[in-house]
């Protein structure tokens, strides 16, 4: 995997939504390459500010349980 690869895939990454091969090849390149290492981290932050903002209002159940596996790929980072 490469830096731009990265990019494309860091909000599936995030989301959860990636096969358990390519999440290995992207951990790995987050794990060798600080540039890479600074996005993903930027993106978490953003990504649990909007789920701490929405989790105050009522969330439809499809949006809650898109946030509860949001949380727990988040965990296995
Ligand atoms: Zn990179």
Known sequence: MICD???R???FFLDGAMGEKKQTDFK???SLC???EQRVSI???LRNFISRRLGRMAA???L???LTRSF???REV
């Open 9 to 11: 895939v860091a909000y």
């Open 34 to 36: 600080p540039e890479c």
């Open 60 to 62: 439809p159940p499809t």
């Open 5 to 7: 690869d990265v990019k």
């Open 43 to 45: 993106h978490r932050r």
């Open 64 to 66: 809650r349980q898109r």
């Open 72 to 74: 727990r790929a988040l």
């Open 28 to 30: 790995t390149h987050v």
